[in-house]
């Protein structure tokens, strides 16, 4: 449908016949080496996803044999840069895609927040483009 142009998600959309996403295999390829995935959720805002999910990175990265990965998915409020003191920086771009910003040499911090040019500057995505990431 026009109306569908430009969507991200237009190939996997219930309007149009069902296709498996692609980038699963991609995703899942990439994360087969990540021996432990930590999902840090709630339903409700404002209870301290992201201090726990902070405080618990920095226990974990205590541990100097251990790689910690943090991946900042609150589109609307990231607030990781910020508490793990790496605002500012900028995440690069390589023929393997994105790299994370390093806190220290084993916690890594992965967040939309890096890619505004300014922290203050909101996140204007609606409908598919946010229902797409």
Known sequence: AASCEGCPNQALCATGPKVPDPAIAIITERLENVKHK?????????????TFTTNLAFALSLDEN????????????PSLPKMT??????IHQSSAGWSPVYVSDNLAVMSIGFMLGNPDDAVIWRGPKKNGT
Do not use: F, R, T
Not at 66 to 77: A, H, L, P
């Open 38 to 50: 930590l999902l840090i959720l709630s339903g409700k805002g404002g209870v301290g996803k992201s």
């Open 66 to 77: 251990i790689q910690v990965g943090v991946m900042d998915v609150d589109v609307c409020g």
């Open 85 to 90: 003191g790496v605002e500012g920086e900028q």
